[in-house]
């Protein structure tokens, strides 16, 4: 009886120390594995080339919209006025831009608040130009190798949804693109140069964005599943103790969540590029002497203010841009918690680094262009950091799916198929 009391003793310790022995195997583990993720990373990309190809698309929509962003503040989506994707190359001759020129003039005496000039058409010409090549070599480049990846069967299953998605995204936004120019031409030629409205139609531009926006995270998406091997999310959730599994989910919601409000800052900056409300109040935090403007809701009928009103579409606009800022570091600072921190892979903790990173490096880049009246190239590197903090925001989400419960089937499922 005494040996078996002593032995009872002896296990009990035994038994309060086994959760904690898991859990600093499971610490070790992450950390000693991090090194072989990205290995095992790189491999996966190595061997199947269509991750590079995912990401490389991803990227040649990502600068289309930076140079979109450039087309749309120079005014020059109506530069082209003919759609004829067969001409690979602009007009190489002077004589050659003088003669659109002279077909354009008439619509840019009415269209610009100031005269154009021939030099101010060519500059505008040029952007227009490489914005639609920038788009036909997008569809060429994702065209190709889908067709050639598909015959070679070397498209799991798991992304061909968000691949049919990426198809009917970009015919729809070809589609829009195109009806853009053609509304903003035939609205304004015969037109009052003073009645003469001087934007595209804000939702227009808007959905224009979206639609760029929405494709560059299927093809990130996409992409992330082929680079990273599904067996690390089934590897981490048996690793990771079960109140650890409901922090980085709570994290990872949280990360949703923030994800979605940054969206809405995109689209409200979109409504700022297609009325020129960047080029109004240009101080901050004030706009001009005040801290909310007069004439907020002066347009009739008032729902015209949300998408009309430069006081009001800017100051949406900066409201949600900071308020996005304060999500990101707030959320940043709950995943940085030890308990929290010591539970994430070293690939999620550089996601969120980086994440972080992008947030602020987008907020100051955005004071910095509004208090210089936005020039050129400073809108093009705002709109270039937008498609970083998505880029981003994709990665830390996917990186933390391991904690995502209603996930687990589905990505032991994956893990499955790819042993």
Not at 63 to 85: D, F, I, K
Not at 110 to 117: D, E, L, T
């Amino acid at each position: 009886m005494l040996s078996s009391l002593l032995l009872a003793r002896r296990a009990t310790p035994s038994k309060r120390l086994a959760p904690m022995r898991r859990h600093a195997q499971a610490r070790c583990a992450m950390t000693l594995s991090g090194g072989e993720m990205t290995a095992k990373a790189k491999r996966s990309m190595m061997d199947n080339p269509a991750a590079w190809w995912l990401f490389g698309c991803a990227g040649l929509v990502g600068a289309t919209l930076t140079v979109g962003a450039a087309a749309r503040l120079t005014r020059s989506g109506a530069s082209m006025l003919y759609w004829v994707p067969k001409d690979s190359f602009p007009p190489r001759s002077d004589l050659d831009l003088h003669r659109e020129f002279e077909v354009y003039e008439d619509f840019a005496r009415r269209h610009q608040r100031r005269p154009m000039s021939f030099e101010d058409f060519k500059r505008n010409f040029k952007f227009e130009n490489l914005h639609r090549k920038l788009g036909e070599a997008t569809t060429l480049a994702y065209l190709g190798p889908l067709a050639y990846f598909y015959v070679k069967e070397k498209l799991p299953t798991s992304i061909q949804p968000y691949l049919a998605g990426v198809l009917a995204l970009g015919a729809t936004q070809m589609y829009l693109g195109r009806r853009l120019v053609e509304t903003q031409v035939n609205q304004q030629h015969g037109q009052d140069p003073d009645e003469a409205p001087n934007f595209v139609a804000p939702h227009g531009l808007t959905f224009h964005s979206a639609f760029s926006m929405a494709n560059m995270a299927l093809l990130l998406w996409a992409g992330l599943h082929l680079a990273y091997p599904a067996t690390r999310a089934t590897q981490l959730r048996q690793l990771t103790l079960s109140q650890g599994l409901r922090d980085v989910g709570e994290i990872r919601r949280y990360y949703q969540y923030v994800t979605a409000l940054f969206l809405g800052a995109a689209g409200a900056g979109t409504l700022v590029a297609a009325i020129d409300a960047g080029k109004e109040f240009n101080t901050f935090p004030k706009m001009g002497d005040r801290w909310i403007p007069d004439g907020l809701m002066d347009r009739k009928p008032w729902v015209r203010n949300f998408y009309e009103n430069v006081a009001l579409v800017q100051l949406d606009h900066r409201v949600l841009a900071v308020g996005t800022l304060a999500a990101y570091s707030y959320v940043f600072m709950l995943a940085r918690r030890p308990h929290i921190w010591e539970n994430l892979p070293p690939e999620a903790k550089k996601a969120i680094n980086w994440t972080m990173l992008a947030v602020g490096g987008q907020v100051a880049g955005g004071i910095t262009m509004l208090v210089n009246a936005v020039p050129t190239t400073l809108a093009m590197v705002h709109q270039s950091g937008a498609g970083l903090i998505l880029g981003t925001s994709l990665w830390t989400l996917y990186t933390l799916r391991f904690a995502k419960p209603s996930g687990l089937a589905q990505v032991a499922k994956m893990a499955s198929k790819a042993l």
